[in-house]
């Protein structure tokens, strides 16, 4: 069994929290191999080079964490358990995960599984929410503004910076196919009901159904976007002139390169390949 930790997760307290999981696995009688990350990259190369014969892996820290271990994943049946002590913690709000040790060893001796869709970005991996538009533009700002851990005044500023001299840009959409007649402002490829710890989208939605959920936003003016994040906030997305079509194959392009983020990372621009990869991981569940 290996677990993967971010030491700086959760104001520090993943540090303390793994090895509080590891010694409860170890008086359990499991063989437990715990490895801390000392910078972005270094869970996907340790969970990529793990024993083969690892029958869990378990990824405490947050959403990049978790991403950084699936992304390591040579073979995905190998079982995933998240311990969430992120910012955001997207997966682990639609899956009600525990976030405290004692029920997470639970979650692990029950043995309880579900399946997670995954798709292709780009050559990134996405499992959470991918984006074209400002909110990509909003990831760019905060690469440039993160030092240490994420907090949601950091967020604040990276968005009043992408505003600063924010001007759309026409995209377009092609779903499993065929290309959709109308241009958007922004568009949002979902695989979650939660969004950046803030928004909620289409509670219509399942995590291995072998779809995303595809948000289309039209208008492109500031105060359109605006509207679009208090629905966001209260659930009301899909709605208004937004609308929502699954998929699993999706192209956005446009006439200029435009930000794109990944699963809350800024990543790439477009054009923009998606596909549901069809190989779902295996999480742990309550």
């Not at 969430?84 to 405290?100: K, M, V």
């Not at 984006?131 to 690469?143: F, I, K, P, S, Y």
Request: with cysteine; hydrophobic share 40%; aromatic share 6%.
């Amino acid at each position: 069994m290996l677990v993967i930790a971010n030491p700086i997760a959760g104001r520090g307290r993943a540090r303390s929290a793994a090895r509080e999981l590891v010694e409860g696995l170890r008086t359990r009688g499991l063989e437990v191999d715990l490895h801390l990350t000392g910078e972005s990259g270094d869970a996907r190369r340790r969970v990529r080079c793990m024993d083969e014969g690892t029958d869990l892996v378990v990824s405490v820290g947050g959403d990049g964490t978790l991403g950084e271990v699936l992304d390591g994943l040579v073979d995905r049946s190998v079982p995933v358990a998240v311990l969430p002590l992120g910012t955001g913690n997207c997966l682990a709000l639609d899956l009600s995960l525990p976030r405290d040790v004692d029920s997470l060893l639970d979650v692990i001796f029950r043995g309880r599984t579900r399946a997670l869709d995954a798709a292709a970005a780009n050559g990134h991996l996405s499992f959470l929410v991918a984006g074209v538009g400002l909110d990509a533009r909003v990831a760019r700002e905060l690469g440039s503004l993160r030092s240490g851990p994420i907090t949601r005044w950091t967020w604040a500023r990276a968005a009043l910076r992408a505003l600063r001299g924010y001007s759309p840009t026409e995209l377009a959409v092609e779903l499993d196919g065929e290309l959709l007649p109308d241009p958007y402002a922004q568009v949002l490829v979902s695989n979650t009901l939660h969004y950046g710890g803030v928004f909620r989208l289409s509670g219509n939605y399942r995590v291995d159904d072998g779809q995303f959920e595809v948000y289309l936003f039209p208008r492109s003016h500031l105060l359109a976007m605006v509207g679009y994040a208090l629905r966001g906030c209260v659930g009301l997305l899909p709605g208004g002139s937004c609308k929502m079509i699954r998929a699993s194959r999706i192209n956005i392009t446009a006439d200029e390169a435009v930000p794109c983020q990944v699963d809350g990372d800024y990543r790439t621009e477009t054009p923009l390949e998606m596909e549901v990869t069809g190989r779902a991981f295996t999480l742990l569940v309550p």
